[in-house]
């Protein structure tokens, strides 16, 4: 006998906009009746969602490489489940895939606008972290943005995050001759020495162009990767080396600030010292999707990359997952368990 399809699925909605930080209030709780399944379609029984800092700039009213969340509908972002119906014939029941409808409990989504997730390579919130966006973006965004070579010295900011761990894993596992990461507690910093950064620092502790300094040493950093701004990169400016690279991923010092930021005062010395800042997208790099794909597999398997997962239950709990990942509350991936 078939299980009852729900006819209903409780979501978030954006209530208001957020003036700097997010508040609870900024957020609903709403059920709402699921759309009959059109030809092509799936309906898809979530399992976790991702909540991004990307997410932020979305919740303004402002024109930017992703659309604005409309207010009073369903937010949505990243989110793996299992396909409990279809009229796709690209999926069956049971399938299991990621999509982009998260922020609600169960999904109708166009079969052509998911990725299916491939059995029994690694829990399937995997596919939202290490083995989805955050460790394409790790990826692209050092060997192909920043140019990474063996040999170089890297400095990661936000390194005890999703994206930022990953890249510091990478660096080591493709000859970095010192990887240094940048956190922002005690804790996050020993969890970054035990996945093998070779130096890392608390930025709470002192300036961080000094802590930098005295982690790089004479010789400076080759690469920076920049999930931060603000005096970060500032600090990274004065540090790198002549040729040196910038890969501009983030910059979630600034996300909740209402007053314009003041650009790195030191910017000018990227003229005489040569060096390249890259910002980019995640996006822009999925033709590196399948060369990521086997290599994470292969680092994962083998343990030369680890993951960390933050997990929050309830989707009733997502705002304040979201409002926490703000604050810096995660170590690796934050997600929200749904089922």
């Given at each position: 006998?078939?299980?009852?399809?729900?006819?209903?699925?409780?979501?978030?909605?954006?209530?208001?906009?957020?003036?700097?930080?997010?508040?609870?209030?900024?957020?609903?709780?709403?059920?709402?009746?699921?759309?009959?399944?059109?030809?092509?379609?799936?309906?898809?029984?979530?399992?976790?969602?991702?909540?991004?800092?990307?997410?932020?700039?979305?919740?303004?009213?402002?024109?930017?490489?992703?659309?604005?969340?409309?207010?009073?509908?369903?937010?949505?972002?990243?989110?793996?489940?299992?396909?409990?119906?279809?009229?796709?014939?690209?999926?069956?029941?049971?399938?299991?895939?990621?999509?982009?409808?998260?922020?609600?409990?169960?999904?109708?989504?166009?079969?052509?606008?998911?990725?299916?997730?491939?059995?029994?390579?690694?829990?399937?919130?995997?596919?939202?972290?290490?083995?989805?966006?955050?460790?394409?973006?790790?990826?692209?965004?050092?060997?192909?943005?920043?140019?990474?070579?063996?040999?170089?010295?890297?400095?990661?900011?936000?390194?005890?995050?999703?994206?930022?761990?990953?890249?510091?894993?990478?660096?080591?596992?493709?000859?970095?001759?010192?990887?240094?990461?940048s956190a922002g507690s005690p804790e996050k910093v020993a969890r970054l020495l035990e996945l093998g950064f070779d130096a890392a620092f608390d930025y709470h502790d002192g300036p961080?162009?000094?802590?930098?300094?005295?982690?790089?040493?004479?010789?400076?950093?080759?690469?920076?990767?920049?999930?931060?701004?603000?005096?970060?990169?500032?600090?990274?400016?004065?540090?790198?080396?002549?040729?040196?690279?910038?890969?501009?991923?983030?910059?979630?010092?600034?996300?909740?600030?209402?007053?314009?930021?003041?650009?790195?005062?030191?910017?000018?010395?990227?003229?005489?010292?040569?060096?390249?800042?890259?910002?980019?997208?995640?996006?822009?790099?999925?033709?590196?999707?399948?060369?990521?794909?086997?290599?994470?597999?292969?680092?994962?398997?083998?343990?030369?990359?680890?993951?960390?997962?933050?997990?929050?239950?309830?989707?009733?709990?997502?705002?304040?997952?979201?409002?926490?990942?703000?604050?810096?509350?995660?170590?690796?991936?934050?997600?929200?368990?749904?089922?």
């Open positions: 006998m078939s299980a009852v399809l729900p006819k209903r699925t409780r979501e978030i909605q954006l209530a208001s906009r957020p003036q700097g930080r997010p508040v609870q209030e900024n957020f609903r709780l709403a059920e709402t009746n699921l759309p009959e399944l059109q030809d092509g379609q799936i309906l898809v029984r979530n399992e976790f969602m991702s909540v991004d800092p990307y997410m932020r700039g979305r919740m303004n009213d402002a024109k930017s490489y992703s659309a604005p969340f409309r207010l009073d509908a369903a937010l949505d972002g990243g989110a793996v489940g299992e396909v409990i119906a279809s009229r796709s014939d690209a999926h069956k029941v049971g399938d299991v895939v990621v999509h982009q409808l998260g922020w609600r409990e169960f999904s109708v989504v166009d079969a052509a606008r998911t990725t299916p997730v491939p059995a029994g390579l690694a829990p399937s919130s995997a596919f939202l972290g290490a083995l989805g966006m955050t460790g394409l973006t790790a990826y692209a965004g050092l060997l192909k943005v920043a140019e990474f070579k063996a040999g170089d010295v890297v400095f990661v900011s936000g390194a005890a995050g999703a994206v930022g761990s990953i890249v510091g894993q990478v660096a080591k596992a493709m000859g970095a001759s010192k990887v240094i990461g961080v162009v000094k802590q930098l300094r005295e982690a790089a040493g004479e010789r400076g950093i080759d690469v920076y990767f920049d999930n931060v701004g603000g005096e970060h990169l500032e600090a990274a400016l004065s540090v790198l080396t002549v040729g040196g690279r910038v890969a501009m991923c983030g910059a979630i010092s600034q996300y909740n600030s209402t007053e314009p930021t003041a650009a790195p005062r030191n910017l000018a010395v990227a003229i005489g010292k040569q060096l390249t800042l890259r910002g980019f997208l995640v996006g822009g790099q999925r033709q590196h999707a399948a060369e990521f794909a086997g290599k994470m597999a292969g680092w994962l398997a083998d343990g030369t990359v680890r993951y960390d997962e933050t997990i929050v239950d309830g989707l009733e709990n997502a705002p304040q997952a979201f409002i926490d990942l703000l604050d810096g509350a995660n170590t690796g991936k934050m997600l929200v368990r749904l089922h």
